[in-house]
Nanobody
Framework: QVQLVESGGGLVQPGGSLRLSCAASGSIFRLGTMGWYRQAPGKQRELVATITSEGITNYADSAKGRFTISRDNAKKTVHLQMNSLKPADTAVYYC??????????????WGQGTQVTVSS
């Protein structure tokens, strides 16, 4: 059984910063790509940022220059540092992890979501 626990969401003023964290626990032999997605009310879930096991990052255009994704393989965690936040960043943020079993079977795991609200 694999669990993802997210933390770090909350209410912040425009221009402020938040750091999201997601920790994986359970039987994952090796981590693949890890990422963050978000879903605003009435909109589809969208990619925010991903980071491969080699550390290669990819960002949505809306996140470039403001957000930084990082990972700690030993602790099975992925972080999203969000700076210069805008009201348009308001959404539920979900972490997403690609995990491999001992037999290299790939599974995709989602966190429960953490609310980020940017408002004055």
């Amino acid at each position: 059984q694999v669990q993802l626990v997210e933390s770090g969401g909350g209410l912040v003023q425009p221009g402020g910063s938040l750091r999201l964290s997601c920790a994986a626990s359970g039987s994952i032999f090796r981590l693949g790509t890890m990422g963050w997605y978000r879903q605003a009310p009435g909109k589809q879930r969208e990619l925010v940022a991903t980071i491969t096991s080699e550390g290669i990052t990819n960002y949505a255009d809306s996140a470039k220059g403001r957000f930084t994704i990082s990972r700690d393989n030993a602790k099975k965690t992925v972080h999203l540092q969000m700076n210069s936040l805008k009201p348009a960043d308001t959404a539920v943020y979900y972490c997403n992890i690609e995990g491999f079993s001992f037999t290299w079977k790939k599974s995709i795991y989602w966190g429960q979501g953490t609310q980020v609200t940017v408002s004055s």
